[in-house]
């Protein structure tokens, strides 16, 4: 059985940091893309960072050179690494693991950032 947990998450001021670990069993994780995703109250989730097997990033303008994506295979976990956090930070973050047959998604963490 795939299960994927986030953790990390909670309360930080504005300027403040946070880790988001996303730990993966039942699959071969280094085969899969790491993603992040974002969903703030009454929007559309969307892409945060996703960093592939072979190592290709691709991180969304409004967070680069704040989050830093990151894997490591032999834990079977991925990282999100947030600095300098903004109010407009303030969403729940989900980790996707894909691979061309299969889609696994964990179930959220809350991220709050105050002002």
């Known amino acids: 059985q795939v299960q994927v947990v986030e953790s990390g998450g909670g309360l930080v001021q504005a300027g403040g940091s946070l880790r988001l670990s996303c730990a993966a069993s039942?699959?071969?994780?280094?085969?899969?893309?790491l993603a992040w995703y974002r969903q703030a109250p009454g929007k559309q989730r969307e892409l945060v960072a996703l960093?592939?097997?072979?190592?290709?990033?691709n991180i969304v303008d409004s967070v680069k050179g704040r989050f830093t994506i990151s894997r490591d295979n032999a834990k079977n976990t991925g990282y999100l690494q947030m600095n300098s956090l903004k109010p407009e930070d303030t969403a729940v973050y989900y980790c996707?693991?894909?691979?061309?047959?299969?889609?696994?998604w964990g179930q959220g963490i809350q991220v709050t950032v105050s002002s």
């Open positions: 996707n693991l894909r691979n061309p047959r299969k889609d696994y």
């Open positions: 960093l592939t097997p072979l190592g290709t990033t």
């Open positions: 039942g699959i071969i994780f280094s085969m899969n893309t």
